[in-house]
């Protein structure tokens, strides 16, 4: 995927891009007056200081997605029984116990208990595997599907591969988003930084311009928020189903009219990585419900 380029026509359209983002936005700050305290026990921490890596492009603070949904979105995540996205953790966790491929082995199999063997993983995710490639968590689902199973490889959007993501992630809810992004991480972090702040598509609109510049505000009905994924896999009620990371970064990049990357590529595990690092601090929510 390549910016948006043509004969004088780009500034044109970014152009007629800003004048509408500007006429459709109204401002509004994110919800304050309440708590997300998962089955009234979990209090998971909704704001937290800006990381400094960040050179203050969010201000001192950095929200979680759900201070910007509404009040029905965000009772859904306070109960585990209301929350839709519980019907695919439950099939990953079936999935976790069940013999797959040749060589006939289960995750547990290999990695015993979930709740012990996969606490923390979703916090650290993506990182910089033995051969210094950067994986992202559906990378390693993968690697021991086809290693060790002996078993077909999950698409990166499959309903499966987000159902096992999902209850993977469970697992670290709670716990703060720490990625590695200095020594062999730096490189990776950088490249997806630049994708950040680069302009795509035929309306030449950036992440940033969304996340950074209009977070706050609404476009049409959507209340922009400041993008962090410490909630994926999530449900998201739009799609009425579950929604992986890339799947939305391949959603972002269409609406900005442009040819996006391929789910699971380079570059997405790249701008996961960078995304990741601006949430820093945050628990993982996993599974979130955003609209």
């Known amino acids: 995927m390549k910016p948006y380029r043509s004969l004088g026509a780009a500034t044109t359209v970014a152009a007629v891009a800003a ?4 006429a459709v936005t109204a401002s509004a700050d994110p919800v304050m007056d309440d708590e997300l305290v998962i089955n009234e026990e979990l209090e998971l921490m909704t704001d937290t200081p ?7 492009v969010l201000g001192e603070t950095i929200y979680s997605g759900w201070r910007f949904r509404d009040t029905e979105t965000r009772a859904m995540q306070k109960d585990d029984f209301d929350n839709p996205m519980f019907l ?9 116990d069940t ?3 040749a060589a006939n082995q289960s995750c547990a199999d290999c990695h015993n208990s979930i709740e012990d063997s996969m606490k923390g993983v979703r916090a650290a995710m993506p990182r910089v595997n033995a051969d210094g490639e950067l994986w992202s968590l559906e990378n390693y689902v993968n690697d021991c599907r086809e290693t060790r199973m002996e078993a077909e490889p999950w698409g990166w959007n499959s309903q499966e591969m987000k159902n096992m993501t999902a209850a993977i992630g469970l697992q670290s809810r709670g716990m703060p988003v720490e990625v590695q992004i200095d020594g062999e991480a730096a490189p990776f972090w950088e490249k997806g930084k630049e994708m950040y702040y680069t302009r795509f598509g035929q309306l030449e609109m950036s992440c940033a311009n969304c996340h950074e510049d209009n977070f706050g505000n609404y476009i049409r009905s959507d ?6 994924v410490n909630g994926f ?3 998201r009620l739009k799609d009425q189903g579950a929604v992986s990371m890339h799947q939305r970064f391949v959603g972002c990049v269409r609406d900005t009219r ?32 955003r609209h």
Do not use: I
């Open 223 to 228: 209340h922009l928020s400041q993008g962090q």
């Open 258 to 289: 442009g040819e996006t990357f391929a789910p699971g590529s380079q570059e997405f595990r790249e701008l996961e990585l960078y995304v990741a690092s601006r949430g820093m601090g945050l628990p993982v929510e996993t599974p979130a419900v």
């Open 99 to 101: 013999p797959e491929g």
């Open 50 to 56: 800006a990381p400094e890596h960040l050179g203050g």
């Open 88 to 96: 695919f953790v439950d099939a990953g966790l079936a999935a976790w």
């Open 19 to 22: 004048m509408t983002l500007a």
């Open 233 to 235: 896999p999530l449900y």
